[in-house]
């Protein structure tokens, strides 16, 4: 599974855009759509995506990677 597949997973579960993303992120609209056809993103903005993600999830940064880890299998 790639990135952009467990990210789609991770906003609809919390029924956030795209949008929110590329504003909360400070992400350019092209980057998802790149991570969508397999690409996966720097390491620096893959962690700014996780501080993102557990922010709006009241969880650490690290669980949201191990939840990339475990969907990544």
Not at 3 to 12: M, Q
Not at 64 to 70: N, Q, W
Request: aromatic share 12%.
């Amino acid at each position: 599974m790639n990135f952009g597949k467990f990210l789609y997973k991770k906003l609809h579960e919390l029924d956030r855009s795209q949008e929110w993303l590329y504003r909360r992120a400070k992400l350019t609209t092209g980057s998802v759509q790149r991570w969508s056809r397999g690409q996966d993103p720097s390491t620096e903005t893959f962690l700014k995506i996780c501080s993102v993600l557990a922010r709006e999830t009241n969880k650490k940064s690290i669980q949201i990677v191990e939840e990339y880890l475990v969907f990544r299998k």
